[in-house]
């Protein structure tokens, strides 16, 4: 398997030998591996890259672990496996629902935590399709069709349903569309990409009045969801 093709699982834990550990039992299980020793960097960190899975240590240095996972939650059903340091703290965080896919008490035996992750993994995963039973994509041609009728796009705009498509429901960051479509975001503002999914809705909605595809979620970004 090639490296891009391996999925990445993060860790936020602020205990390097810890996390080294967990970071050589997952690689041997041929994932690639990221390490976040702080909450503060952690955020930025999951917006940026999307990882597969997160390891979410809860007392972290900066943002703890609690409050990371129930922002994740704003804009991502990414997978969260939490490790906390004291089993009854598990009740607790139970109680709270911020969304973790699973919890790990410490101290765990690595190999016990990889089992995890590939169980939560198996859970999750949804086969990438980027196509609908309204909307068909063909990424060899770039041609894409609604209900059966040829929609008219642009490359961005192509690339900008395809990132939508491959999670329905799921809330897209202007910034993580952005990444999909430019090598240096830097030079792109916000309202490039409000406008490519203005077009594009607008060309959705001349082929289907009827349905709304593609949805703005006010302050965060966009979704599309299936009628
Ligand atoms: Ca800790």
Redesign the pocket.
């Known amino acids: 398997m090639s490296d891009t093709k391996k999925k990445t699982i993060l860790i936020v834990?602020?205990?390097p030998e810890?996390a080294g550990i967990l970071r050589d039992y997952l690689q041997q299980s041929d994932y690639q591996v990221q390490i976040i020793d702080n909450g503060n960097a952690a955020m930025e960190h999951i917006e940026k890259n999307a990882p597969a899975l997160i390891l979410l240590?809860?007392?972290?240095?900066g943002k703890d672990?609690m409050t990371i996972c129930r922002e994740v939650r704003g804009f991502s059903h990414v997978p969260i496996i939490m490790?906390t340091?004291r089993v009854e703290e598990i009740d607790r965080l139970l109680g709270l629902e911020l969304g973790a896919d699973d919890y790990i008490c410490k101290p765990f035996s690595p190999r016990e935590v990889v089992a995890r992750v590939k169980a939560v993994l198996r859970r999750s995963t949804s086969v990438p399709n980027p196509s609908t039973n309204n909307i068909h994509l063909d990424e060899s041609t770039y041609k894409a069709h609604l209900n059966e009728q040829q929609l008219e796009l642009t490359a961005v705009e192509f690339e900008l349903l395809k990132k939508l498509l491959s999670e329905p429901g799921r809330i897209f960051s202007r910034n993580q569309l952005m990444d999909k479509i430019y090598q240096d975001h830097r030079i792109v503002s916000d309202r490039t990409i409000d406008s490519h999914i203005k077009k594009l809705r607008k060309k959705l909605s001349s082929l289907d009045g009827d349905h709304d595809y593609i949805h703005s979620v006010y302050g965060v970004g966009y979704k599309y969801e299936n009628p």
């Open positions: 834990e602020d205990e810890l240590d809860l007392m972290l240095p672990g490790l340091a």
